[in-house]
């Protein structure tokens, strides 16, 4: 299905397409938390990638107070609650309880744990001019 067929309002197809990576990197990193050939680094990669998806996700919304965050400094945010709403997501799909409904709750979860990894990012320092007198 093309991402702007799950726009809506005054949703940008850029947002959607935010969305979207967000949540296979859910399902990604979650899934390689489990089975035969998960390890360490597997799952380290995993949440390196929610992390970047989270950044993008955010990035298109053009929040402008979450702008000129330090995405290259993403294992010094609270990764925590964006894991936990992640496991909720993807487990929010499946079981006896799943329907529309818990799913687009799980979303809402994790687009909100999302912006708030991001907002609790360090900020970009300001460019300071080279000439020491201004």
């Known amino acids: 299905m093309p991402v702007q067929a799950r726009v809506n309002g005054n949703d940008s197809p850029a ?3 935010g969305r979207q990576r967000l949540k ?3 399902i990604g990193y979650v899934n390689a938390r489990h089975g035969l050939d998960t390890d360490a680094d597997l799952v380290y990669q995993g949440l390196k990638t929610l992390c970047q998806m989270a950044a993008e996700f955010v990035q298109a ?3 402008t107070q979450l702008n000129n965050r330090r995405i ?4 010094q945010g609270d990764t925590e609650p964006l894991k936990i709403a992640a496991i909720a997501y993807v487990c929010a799909r499946h ?3 799943a329907d529309r409904g818990m799913t687009v709750e799980g979303l809402a979860f994790l687009c909100q744990a999302a912006i708030n990894f991001v907002e609790g990012l360090p900020k970009e320092e300001p460019k300071r001019p080279l000439d020491p007198q201004l």
């Open 24 to 26: 296979l990197a859910a």
């Open 61 to 63: 919304l053009n929040l």
């Open 72 to 75: 290259d400094l993403w294992a």
């Open 95 to 97: 079981g006896i309880d």
């Open 15 to 17: 947002s959607g397409r």
